[in-house]
């Protein structure tokens, strides 16, 4: 290879003789380019001129206007393809399967929307569903937040405005997607204020397929978490330029976002408590500036005051204590920007004193009168659900329901790798170089970093939080570390250093400052990157192409790790389950469907359905039917009377259901297939939520065997084989073995051969593979004989002296064996 | 403080309290820039309009609660992006604001208040 570097004669004219040597050096390495620029003057008024080696060839001669608009297009179609990349990975279950909506939650959501675009916006804020908790009803519109319906319904107004007509179930099943792509821009954005554009490609990479924030925003997840997280996003990212530039507009902007947000989910709290953590921290470090004061203070105002338009918050923010840190530090920051106001005008020292004096006095005062409010009731202490987050053990005590979710349990440490992969590990070198710098701005990714770990630790729910911020965190570690390697300028070795100062003509002072670091070569220093020194980068070209070689392998494999996890764990509708041939081809289990369309096409109009909260909305929207108690849990007494109803044996049972006019009853019952999340394993949940009522009655002791085993073979307790529940969801079940050991797959278990014999309940439909089993309650006999006696008497027994007689004589007259 | 003063005495002190007043006074008249007297004039209002508002909420009654929350929100909410123009437009604002030139802070002063007065007019009702 031809030496690539100039010789001196071809240099421009502006090199003086002095430079020779260095310049030699640079023609007699064939690796090297050598490019002659222009160093600055120093006092002694020569001109060095500098060499910068290159470790590969650059295009010369293209003006600084080309490159930045290359730079520009590629960035915009870097981000259209990983808006592209985002939407097309969240597909999985609308091509497996349909377009259909998933799970629990979204179907009351979905019902909420049809109500708003069929009946319009009145109707929709007005709404009191007297189906739902029969019969005491919900006031849907001041219970919920509209956020996701009235984006949902903006849409399709929009779509319907422009002559392209989309079905409601269409709009509401890709709303995620859609918002997903719109949360990359964002967060590319948020990072690009943070640390370099390049980071916040990567940054919006990585948000765009992390499995963290895919688990909640599939087509077809159509719940709350699917705006929030752009909102969020968006959020901050005002917050951050509202904080930087000192705007109003800003500030505004931050709070119509914070205000959207609150519309749309509970978790806004998170924002309401991370932004006035910001500012008090900023505060105490001593960056009180007039950009915050504008900030934080128009934030606070509107957001405040947009946050009450909702009516599920309404006077939350001034009667809460979750809200009482913004009030506080708004308080704080209007009495300190009021004191350098002052300060500014007296210059005296005294008086300064005591005005710092007066700042404390009135800060202890408000503190005080805020703990009084607290303690006295008039502000709301911390809400249950919050509360948990702190005391971890609190929800199992004292609000069971809460405590039975499965979202909220703690996260286990595979999770963090499951949902994030590499990013995990970049995560805290991202936070530490926020730490190097240490801008207004990457304070702020340093606080939320370390809250949302804590909280993602807590609850498996909130890895959703801590999302967001190891994307950003990662990726500016990850840029950070791929800029060093592709940074194509050498640095000078410590010996060309020496050599050139050693020729030029320099001030004393250099002489005796490099004598010094000469001298001090002892003590210990950093080297490279961390060292600060002068010249820091990457010699030689093969060191750059194993470490960007290896970390492109690296991305490549947090891509196929995302894409597989989305594939295989966060793709499943819960509505349908699929499951494979013994020849291979796929069997949809479908039993959901067919049983909710059942009820909806075989029972009356106002036929109430008993089942446990967690199908409560999917039969109000698929089967259209009045439930008992659903998924809101916002009565806990009418849950553990359903609990009760489950656990108790028939006598005790049959009344609660009549008094609440119960027609069919509904259970789960995963036996037979093989499907683990049916109401035999959340039974416990159901007997605990009932023992917090009536723990006379119902006690969870009794249906653990001797040895604490939960059983549900022959060696069930009694009041195990007696409750409905159990009765229900094994009823007949015998018989499907023809004559063999009738085997509980979930369980692992063998159900007694013996029948169960329901007194009260109707066997009305059970679906293919017996995973839905409908019961029809039996009205009262038309000659006010107990249900027990009718069917004994039907069993061909004799009747007995007192019908109502329990202590059935064991060696009773029977001629033919129970049924 | 490099050296450690000795404790003034109460005539002392509150002497050199009232002198530091009239500085601050003095100060005031001399250096504040006509507009941003006229701001500290307009806040000053807007802050016994929202003293007398809490008064009759807490004297008299609260009854029709939305309407003071609306009408308290407004003040407390004017008073405060008043506050940030005045920093936007007071002198020494041109090291602090680098983005963000007079007219741009009033025009944002003024797009932020049409909102604000728009929330706490729908929260009368």
């Known amino acids: 290879m031809a030496p690539k570097g100039k010789s001196p004669a071809a240099t421009p004219s502006k090199n003086t003789p002095i430079s020779t040597p260095l310049a030699k050096k640079a023609t007699e390495d064939p690796l090297a380019k050598a490019i002659i620029v222009e160093d600055e003057e120093i006092p002694s008024g020569t001109v060095t001129p500098k060499t910068i080696k290159l ?10 206007t080309t490159i930045n608009n290359t730079e520009s297009l590629l960035r915009f179609v870097i981000l259209a393809l990983i808006c592209g990349a985002a939407i097309g990975s969240r597909l999985f279950a609308v091509i497996r399967f349909e377009s259909v909506i998933h799970e629990f939650d979204p179907w009351f959501n979905f019902r909420a929307s049809k109500v708003l675009v069929n009946e319009g916006f009145y109707e929709f804020w007005n709404w009191f569903d007297p189906t739902a908790w029969y019969p005491l009803g919900r006031t849907v519109g001041t219970t919920l937040y509209p956020g996701l319906m009235v984006t949902a319904g903006l849409i399709w107004h929009f779509l319907r405005l422009i002559n392209m007509p989309v079905d409601i179930r269409n709009v509401c099943v890709m709303l995620a997607p859609g918002f997903a792509g719109l949360t990359a821009w964002t967060t590319y954005l948020f990072t690009k204020e943070m640390s370099t554009p390049a980071a916040g490609l990567l940054a919006a990479a990585f948000i765009g397929i992390a499995p963290g924030y895919i688990s909640r925003s599939v087509a077809g997840s159509y719940d709350n978490e699917a705006i929030a997280i752009f909102l969020l996003m968006a959020a901050f990212y005002t917050w951050i330029k509202a904080m930087k530039t000192g705007s109003a507009l800003w500030g505004m902007l931050t709070a119509l976002f914070y205000g959207w947000m609150v519309a749309a989910w ?41 946050s009450m338009q909702v009516p599920f918050v309404e006077f939350l923010p001034i009667r809460t204590s979750e809200h009482m840190a913004a009030l506080g530090v708004f308080g704080l920051l209007q009495l300190i920007a009021f004191v350098e106001i002052v300060r500014r ?30 303690f006295s009731g008039w502000i709301a202490p911390f809400a249950g659900r919050f509360y948990s987050l702190w005391d971890t053990g609190y929800a199992k005590v004292h609000m069971p329901i809460i405590a039975s979710v499965s979202e909220h349990q703690p996260t286990a440490w595979p999770s963090f790798f499951f949902d994030l992969e590499m990013l995990i590990f970049f995560f805290p070198a991202g936070v530490f170089w926020c730490f190097k710098e240490l801008r207004d701005e990457q304070i702020f990714i340093i606080i939320y970093a370390t809250l949302s770990a804590y909280f993602a630790g807590v609850m498996v729910r909130l890895m959703l939080v801590i999302t967001p911020v190891v994307c950003v965190a990662a990726a500016i570690a990850f840029s950070k570390l791929l800029e060093a390697y592709i940074d194509p300028v050498i640095p000078e070795s410590e010996d060309e250093i020496e050599e050139a100062t050693a020729h030029q003509p320099m001030s004393k002072a250099k002489a005796k400052k490099i004598a010094a670091a000469r001298q001090n070569k002892g003590e210990f220093n950093f080297t490279g990157i961390l060292g600060g020194k002068g010249n820091k980068g990457i010699f030689g070209l093969d060191t750059r192409f194993a470490v960007v070689s290896v970390l492109s392998l690296f991305l490549f494999l947090f891509v196929y790790h995302c894409t597989w996890v989305t594939s295989s764990a966060y793709s499943s509708p819960s509505v349908v389950l699929a499951s494979r041939n013994p020849d291979g081809s796929q069997n949809i289990i479908d039993d959901f469907r067919e049983a909710y369309y059942w009820i909806r096409q075989n029972t009356e109009k106002d036929a109430v359905v008993m089942s446990w909260w967690d199908y409560g909305y ?26 009760k109803a489950m656990s108790s044996n028939e006598d005790v049972a049959y009344p609660i259901l009549r008094k609440h006019d119960v027609d069919y009853v509904l259970v789960i019952f995963g036996g037979l297939l093989g499907y683990s999340g049916d109401d035999i394993n959340k039974f416990l949940w159901m007997v605990r939520i009932a023992q917090g009522e009536w723990p006379d009655e119902v006690q969870e002791v009794n249906y653990f065997t001797q040895r604490g085993e939960y059983a549900v073979d022959e060696r069930a307790t009694p009041t195990m084989k007696n409750s409905l529940m159990y ?26 051969s013996t029948g169960i014999q329901l007194d009260t309940l109707d066997e009305a439909f059970t679906s293919e593979n017996w995973i839905v089993r409908i019961y029809k309650v039996k009205k009262e006999d038309p000659i006010g004989r107990e249900h027990k006696a009718v069917s004994s008497f039907e069993g061909g027994k004799k009747l007995k002296k007192s019908a109502s007689s329990i202590t059935a004589a064991s060696g009773g007259k029977k001629s033919r064996p129970n049924m | 403080m490099s050296t450690k003063q000795p404790t003034p005495n ?22 504040i820039p006509a507009r941003v007297k006229l701001i500290d004039s307009f806040l000053l209002f807007i802050f016994l309009s929202g003293v007398l508002q809490f ?17 308290f929100g407004s003040t407390v909410g004017q008073f405060v992006l008043l506050a940030g123009l005045r920093a936007q437009v007071a002198p020494g604002r041109d090291g602090e604001f680098k983005q963000v030139s007079q007219e741009r802070a009033f025009a944002d002063f003024c797009a932020a208040s049409v909102i604000l007065h728009l929330f706490a007019f729908n929260f009368l009702g």
């Open chain 2, 10 to 31: 109460p005539t002392q002190s509150s002497a050199a309290l009232q002198s530091s007043f009239q500085t601050l006074l003095e100060n005031y008249q001399t250096t």
């Open chain 2, 55 to 71: 008064a009759y909420r807490i004297l008299i009654t609260s009854y029709p609660f939305y309407a003071f929350a609306g009408g």
């Open chain 1, 345 to 374: 005008l007296v210059p005296g020292k005294q008086f300064q004193l005591l005005l710092r004096a007066f700042v404390v006095l009135v800060f202890v005062v408000s503190f005080a009168a805020l703990v009084v409010l607290t």
């Open chain 1, 266 to 306: 509970g978790g806004y709290v998170f924002i309401t408590n991370m932004i006035p953590l910001h500012a008090f921290v900023l505060i105490l470090m001593g960056r009180f500036n007039n950009r915050l004061y504008t900030a934080y203070s128009s934030w606070y105002v509107i957001g405040t005051i947009s």
């Open chain 1, 618 to 643: 999917q039969i109000a929207g698929m089967a259209d039917r009045p439930t008992l108690v659903d998924n809101n849990t916002w009565n806990n007494t009418h849950i553990a009377t359903v609990g």
């Open chain 1, 727 to 752: 009765k229900m969801s094994y009823y007949r079940f015998h018989e499907l073995f023809g004559g063999h050991p009738a085997q509980d797959r979930v369980r692992g278990q063998t159900i007694p």
């Open chain 1, 55 to 64: 470790a590969y060839p650059l295009p010369e001669h293209i003006s600084s």
